[in-house]
């Protein structure tokens, strides 16, 4: 089992879609949670850090249910530059922290 | 400025050649990473440099050497590489190492093949 798990998609959404993304961790010692996009051929860009009180920004919201060791990802009002991969991240460790990658899940917003 | 820069952008190589890649960031970060990336898969963790001393190992090949300059540089000498090696190098930087770790911040990447 891998230590953080993400639906590969593709979702294929229509513009104005909301879509949701999850994630979910094996490591229950894990500290630190993100959700970063990558663009085809580019680098990841962090898109947010996730509380356990949730966070918003914009059209974006992520929750984490550390209980369930489950993240998420809710985009509102897709736009077509919303299409990219979007990575679930986890950190644990002691004195250094490793940033584990989830598999990806790769959202087609069309027009 | 959250900005990491990596050289060479492109990079071709023989399987008996010796190159480096090499990364800077000047924000300060004391914790910096050496990911590898294969197509249509996540970033793999490679190496960590924590207040530039080598903390985090992840059973990389010999044929893989990162070295920690200063707190701003972080390289990756490549000697005896094989085609299979070929993927996108990514470095990134974080503020602090843990335990609770800041965001990371990546470089553009270097794309390698091996020929």
């Known amino acids: 089992r891998k230590e953080v798990e993400q639906d590969p998609g593709p979702f294929n959404v229509p513009e104005g879609a909301t879509v949701a993304f999850n994630c979910t961790y094996s490591?229950?010692?894990?500290?630190?949670f993100f959700w970063y996009r990558q663009d085809c051929r580019k680098e990841p860009k962090l898109l947010m850090s996730?509380?356990?009180s949730g966070n918003e920004d914009g059209r974006f919201t992520a929750q984490l249910n550390r209980a369930s060791q489950y993240i998420s990802l809710l985009i509102r009002d897709s736009k077509l530059s919303d299409s990219a991969t979007y990575l679930c991240?986890?950190?644990?460790?002691?004195?250094?922290?490793?940033?584990?990658f989830g598999t990806g899940t790769l959202l087609a917003v069309q027009p | 400025d959250t900005e990491v820069t990596q050289t060479p952008k492109h990079l071709v190589m023989g399987m008996t050649n010796k190159k480096s890649l090499k990364c800077e960031q000047h924000?300060?970060?004391?914790?910096m990473y050496w990911y590898k990336q294969k197509a249509k898969k996540p970033p793999e963790l490679m190496f960590v440099?924590?207040?530039?001393?080598?903390?985090i190992n992840e059973s990389v090949p010999s044929r893989f050497s990162p070295e920690c300059p200063n707190s701003s540089l972080l390289n990756l000498h490549l000697h005896a590489l094989q085609p299979e090696d070929s993927a996108l190098y990514l470095c990134?930087?974080?503020?602090?190492?843990?335990?609770?770790?800041?965001?990371?911040?990546f470089g553009q990447g270097t794309r390698l093949t091996v020929v």
């Open positions: 924000m300060g970060h004391r914790a």
């Open positions: 991240v986890v950190t644990h460790g002691g004195a250094t922290n490793k940033l584990i």
């Open positions: 490591n229950s010692a894990s500290q630190s």
């Open positions: 996730v509380y356990s």
């Open positions: 990134a930087s974080s503020q602090y190492p843990g335990p609770m770790n800041t965001e990371a911040f």
């Open positions: 440099y924590s207040y530039e001393k080598l903390s």
